[in-house]
């Protein structure tokens, strides 16, 4: 059964710091490209990053690069996404997933970035 956990979501000032995680089980880690995902209130799922199967490759949309990095952890089959200097615009619910349109993602992690 394919699972994917993601944690580590909270509530952060602009500016601030979190790392999210997601744990994935069921699957063969290392032969998926994986993706994070966010939707922020009222608004459709939108692309973040991705990950290449050998995690050789990382991509990211415009408005995140050079402030998220997204990195594997192939011994524990986790996903993560360090992002850094967080904005308002930030604000969503993020996931991970095993394509690029959310059909295959776990049940999400809530960032929400606030003063």
């Known amino acids: 059964q394919v699972q994917l956990v993601e944690s580590g979501g909270g509530l952060v000032q602009p500016g601030g710091s979190l790392r999210l995680s997601c744990a994935t089980s069921g699957f063969a880690f290392d032969n998926y490209w994986l993706y994070w995902l966010r939707q922020a209130p009222g608004k459709g799922i939108e692309w973040v990053s991705t990950?290449?199967?050998?995690?050789?490759?990382?991509y990211y949309t415009e408005s995140v690069r050079g402030r998220f990095t997204v990195s594997r952890d192939f011994s524990k089959k986790t996903l993560y996404l360090q992002m850094n200097n967080l904005e308002p615009g930030d604000t969503g619910v993020y996931y991970c997933?095993?394509?690029?349109?959310?059909?295959?993602r776990g049940q999400g992690t809530q960032v929400t970035v606030s003063s």
């Open positions: 997933s095993r394509d690029q349109y959310g059909n295959e």
């Open positions: 990950s290449t199967s050998t995690d050789e490759y990382r």
